[in-house]
T-cell receptor, first 113, second 114 residues
C-alpha cells in the first residue's frame, strides 16, 4: 500500500515555543491531507483539512492561529503548533488519500513541558 | 451529526478464543468504513475497509461485516493470539461521495492472554 511518513515521531518542547510536524506522501501525490488529534484515552478527532496551494479548512473549535497548516507541495503538509502549552500535549496524526482510501502516518507524540 | 460508538470499551480473553468487536454509527449515509489497529503510542494500521455497497471483507483471521441500514459493523477475530492485543478503532467516511475525512469510534482495548 501507499506510504505516508510523519516526522518527528516524538517531540518534547518548552511551553511558549512552536513545533512543526511534517507529513509526507512518499509514493503518491496528495492534493488533500488531513490532520487528527488524539488526547489520552480518547479517540481521534479531525482537526483540519490541508489543501495544496490554498488555505486549510479547520473543524469547529480548532484555532487556526494556533495550528498553522501549510501544504506547499503535492507531497508535503506541515502542522505548526504555535506558542505551545501543556494542554496542547497530544498525539497528532496525518492522513492522505489515494486509490480510494486514506493512509495514515505513524503519528507524532507532542509533550509540552 | 454522525456519531460512532464501539462496544465493549475493553475486552480481555484467553488465547484461542473467537471474538467480536462491535461498531455502531448513527447516520447510515456513509461512503466506507475502516477498521484500524492501534498499538500503544503508535500510529494506525488499517485492517479492513468496507465500501458502502459491500457487506463484508476478510483478511486472514479477520472478518468485518457492514449492515448500513442498521448502522452497524462487526469485526470478527478468529483464534485470537497475544499479538492481537491492541486497541481496535472503527471509522466512517461519513459522506455519500467520499471525502476521506473519518469519524472515529472510541475504540475497543483488547487484551489476549497467553
Amino acid at each position: 500500500g501507499a506510504v505516508v511518513s510523519q516526522h518527528p515521531s516524538r517531540v518534547i518542547c518548552k511551553s511558549g515555543t512552536s513545533v512543526k510536524i511534517e507529513c509526507r506522501s512518499l509514493d503518491f501525490q496528495a492534493t488533500t491531507m488531513f490532520w487528527y488529534r488524539q488526547f489520552p484515552k480518547q479517540s481521534l478527532m479531525l482537526m483540519a483539512t490541508s489543501n495544496e496551494g490554498s488555505k486549510a479548512t479547520y473543524e469547529q473549535g480548532v484555532e487556526k492561529d494556533k495550528f498553522l497548516i501549510n501544504h506547499a507541495s503535492l507531497t508535503l503538509s506541515t502542522l505548526t503548533v504555535t506558542s505551545a502549552h501543556p494542554e496542547d500535549s497530544s498525539f497528532y496524526i496525518c492522513s492522505a488519500p489515494t486509490g480510494g482510501r486514506a493512509f495514515f502516518g505513524q503519528g507524532t507524540r507532542l509533550t509540552v513541558v | 451529526k454522525q456519531e460512532v460508538t464501539q462496544i465493549p470499551a475493553a475486552l480481555s480473553v484467553p488465547e484461542g478464543e473467537n471474538l467480536v468487536l462491535n461498531c455502531s454509527f448513527t447516520d447510515s449515509a456513509i461512503y466506507n468504513l475502516q477498521w484500524f489497529r492501534q498499538d500503544p503510542g503508535k500510529g494506525l494500521t488499517s485492517l479492513l475497509l468496507i465500501q458502502s455497497s459491500q457487506r463484508e471483507q476478510t483478511s486472514g483471521r479477520l472478518n468485518a461485516s457492514l449492515d448500513k441500514s442498521s448502522g452497524r459493523s462487526t469485526l470478527y477475530i478468529a483464534a485470537s493470539q497475544p499479538g492481537d492485543s491492541a486497541t481496535y478503532l472503527c471509522a466512517v467516511d461519513s459522506t455519500t461521495s467520499g471525502t476521506y475525512k473519518y469519524i472515529f469510534g472510541t475504540g475497543t482495548r483488547l487484551k489476549v492472554l497467553a
